[in-house]
């Protein structure tokens, strides 16, 4: 099981209530789709013990953050990855632009079906769609600020199947 969270925007609180769920729930590892923003945000994701990726948004402290997550063995990419999420192909990123043409771009790599999972965050907005064999996940935002709705998900890779849940 996969733990996703995106766009905390430095909110710790629904920072830790995320990792208690995914601690909760037994995920297997934790995937933040960027916007972090500052690296003592991470503190609760590296004290959650789970291995983790961080990807950079386009509002994150890049450089400290990333020097933080390497320095605790998590891995930071700075765009788009191409991954394996228990041995589905998962094309992993932030988002870019107007939250049209993020949603637009993660609908056009599911259509590519070259992907079991498409992540992405940027938008704020929980997006869980199925196109063919591929399944796009945004978790929404764990901030709330945009929405008022403060969420993360949980990926069963095996059943491809989806929770998102309120922090």
Do not use: W
Request: net charge negative; hydrophobic share 40%.
């Amino acid at each position: 099981m996969v733990g996703i969270i995106s766009d905390s925007h430095d909110d710790l609180e629904s920072i830790e209530r995320a990792m208690e769920i995914f601690q909760r729930m037994g995920v297997d590892e934790i995937i933040h789709l960027g916007d972090l923003i500052s690296p003592f945000s991470l503190r609760p994701i590296i004290n959650s013990g789970i291995p983790f990726r961080l990807l950079r948004g386009n509002n994150d402290a890049e450089t400290l953050t990333a020097l933080t997550t390497v320095e605790n063995e998590g891995a930071y990419y700075s765009g788009p990855v191409e991954t394996l999420l228990a041995e589905r192909k998962a094309l992993l990123f932030h988002g870019f632009g107007s939250k049209e043409l993020t949603r637009l771009t993660a609908v056009q790599l599911a259509r590519s079906e070259r992907f079991d999972f498409v992540l992405y965050g940027h938008t704020h907005e929980i997006h869980v769609e199925e196109i063919g064999e591929t399944m796009i996940i945004n978790p929404g935002e764990s901030c709330g600020k945009l929405t008022g709705r403060k969420t993360a998900a949980i990926l069963e890779t095996g059943e491809k199947s989806v929770e998102v849940v309120e922090l």
